[in-house]
Structures are given as structure tokens and as C-alpha cells.
């Protein structure tokens, strides 16, 4: 826990708009730090007791804090990138771990039972909506993506644009308080960074139509269980998970699958 605490306290009380914007190669060092750590493997009763530890509460916040806002800094990077290349397919694929989510697409593809043709919907789809890419160009669905930043969700919307995709896929400012959409849907999914869970899924439990699919992505193993906030909360009793399939390395991803019960 050494290290965390020390990239805890460099990283703080950074205000949110400093390490979005930031030009430091520090940050960027910290980042690739707490990936490389998040792999390693830690002793699962090790894992529970500092989960579970009020110690270290505030530490691990601040840190997947940081995390978060640094990976959506690059997605804005890398969505900027794509919209000023003549290549932007190019651009793309050599997005930090393009291939995992080009494997993770595929699961939840296969995972869920949809057919080409079929309507996603995202929640919390982000600048670079990379999961709807990866499903409706490689697996031909279609996608409605909701974001609720509106300058993240415009940026989206030109990146698709500039991919080719504007039909295939759609973008909707807002949070999941729009759900419903009047929209079909076959399979909602949740985004990782989409918060706060728990008031996520509660919401869902009571305003989605029974009978329809779900899934979410979690982390079992390792630092990682520690360092995302995903990686444990009760569902709502209107959830069954019928599903769960665990990654294939360089994948680090278990997916969970769930279906809304009928009334």
C-alpha cells in the first residue's frame, strides 16, 4: 500500500480540470504505475479486509478518482486525434488496449444473444464510445449511446461522424433518469465509469420492462478489485443474473449478464 498512499497524496487535491487538462508527464507516469499495479495479483482475504478497511476508504476513492478521470482525458485525446487524421480508423486501433475491447465486445455479444440488427443501448458512452464502435461496426447492431456531459456527447457525435457511423449509431445527451427510451432495445449495457451504481440499478430495477437484458463489467481478481469502484454492490431484487463469463487474458473484465424478471 506504500506506493498508493504516495500517488494518493501527489494526487488528491487536484482539482478535476487539472488532470483533465493536464500536460504533465508525472501524471501520466502515475497512471501506467497504477495499471501495471492493478494486475498484480493480491490474496482475495487480503483484498476484502482492505476493501472493507475504513483506513483506507478515503485513499482508495481519491485514487480511482484519478484513475478515472485520466483514462477519460486520454479517450478525449484520442477522440480529438481521430477528428484531425485523414486515417481515423487508424487512429483509433491504436487506442490504449483497443484489442481488449474489441475481445469484450465480442463477449457481451455473444453473452447476451444478440443478433445483427439488433438495438443496444449505453449507458454512459463517454467521448469515445468504443464499445458501441466495436458492437455495430465489427458485429452489425445498432446503437443509442447516452451521455450525460454535453460536450463529451457532442465530441462523440463527430468522432462517429467522422468514422462513418452516424447511422448505425446515435448519441443522447442525458443520464439514466431518460430511461425508458421510446426507442426498441434488446440489451441495455452499463458503462464502468456510469455512477453511482447502486442508484443506477435501483432506478432501473423499477422503471425498465421485465423480460429485458443486462450487463455490466466487474473486476474478480487481483488489484483491481480494490482499485475500481464496480467491483462489488448488492443488486435489486428485479435483477437475475443468469450469466457471468470471466476474461481471457490480456482481458481483465468478468461480464455479468442479468435479466429483469417479469411481473
Known amino acids: 500500500m506504500a506506493e498508493l498512499l504516495n500517488i494518493d497524496s501527489t494526487t488528491k487535491d487536484l482539482k478535476d480540470q487539472?488532470?483533465?487538462?493536464?500536460?504533465?508527464?508525472?501524471?501520466?507516469?502515475?497512471?501506467?504505475?497504477?495499471?501495471?499495479?492493478?494486475?498484480?495479483?493480491?490474496?482475495?482475504?487480503?483484498?476484502?479486509?482492505?476493501?472493507c478497511d475504513p483506513e483506507y476508504n478515503s485513499v482508495i476513492e481519491a485514487i480511482v478518482r484519478f484513475r478515472n478521470l485520466y483514462s477519460l482525458k486520454l479517450e478525449i485525446e484520442n477522440a480529438k486525434a481521430i477528428l484531425a487524421s485523414e486515417d481515423p480508423w487508424e487512429v483509433l486501433k491504436n487506442f490504449t488496449h483497443f484489442s481488449n475491447y474489441l475481445?469484450?465486445?465480442?463477449?457481451?455479444?455473444?453473452?447476451?444473444?444478440?443478433?445483427?440488427?439488433?438495438?443496444?443501448?449505453?449507458?454512459?458512452?463517454?467521448?469515445?464510445?468504443?464499445?458501441?464502435?466495436?458492437?455495430?461496426?465489427?458485429?452489425?447492431?445498432?446503437?443509442?449511446?447516452?451521455?450525460?456531459?454535453?460536450?463529451?456527447?457532442?465530441?462523440?457525435?463527430?468522432?462517429?461522424?467522422?468514422?462513418?457511423l452516424p447511422d448505425q449509431i446515435r448519441i443522447i445527451d442525458g443520464n439514466h433518469f431518460i430511461l425508458p427510451l421510446k426507442n426498441k432495445c434488446d440489451h441495455m449495457m452499463v458503462a464502468a465509469a456510469a455512477e453511482p451504481k447502486m442508484e443506477i440499478f435501483d432506478y432501473l430495477a423499477n422503471v425498465l420492462p421485465g423480460g429485458i437484458g443486462i450487463s455490466?463489467?466487474?473486476?474478480?481478481?487481483?488489484?483491481?478489485?480494490?482499485?475500481?469502484?464496480?467491483?462489488?454492490?448488492?443488486?435489486?431484487?428485479?435483477?437475475?443474473?443468469?450469466?457471468?463469463?470471466?476474461?481471457?487474458?490480456?482481458?481483465?473484465?468478468?461480464?455479468?449478464?442479468?435479466?429483469?424478471?417479469?411481473?
Not at 493536464?22 to 483484498?47: E, P
Open 18 to 51: 487539472d488532470i483533465l487538462h493536464s500536460t504533465s508527464n508525472h501524471l501520466g507516469t502515475y497512471f501506467h504505475r497504477l495499471d501495471y499495479l492493478a494486475a498484480l495479483d493480491i490474496d482475495d482475504q487480503l483484498a476484502q479486509e482492505t476493501i
Open 216 to 263: 455490466y463489467r466487474i473486476y474478480e481478481k487481483g488489484l483491481r478489485r480494490i482499485l475500481e469502484t464496480c467491483s462489488s454492490f448488492e443488486l435489486p431484487e428485479q435483477f437475475v443474473e443468469y450469466r457471468r463469463i470471466r476474461p481471457d487474458p490480456p482481458v481483465n473484465n468478468t461480464v455479468v449478464f442479468l435479466k429483469k424478471e417479469v411481473c
Open 103 to 164: 475481445q469484450l465486445a465480442t463477449t457481451e455479444y455473444q453473452g447476451s444473444g444478440l443478433n445483427p440488427g439488433d438495438t443496444v443501448v449505453f449507458l454512459g458512452s463517454g467521448p469515445l464510445p468504443l464499445t458501441l464502435i466495436a458492437l455495430c461496426h465489427w458485429h452489425g447492431l445498432k446503437g443509442i449511446g447516452i451521455e450525460r456531459d454535453p460536450d463529451r456527447a457532442e465530441l462523440s457525435r463527430k468522432v462517429l461522424e467522422k468514422l462513418g
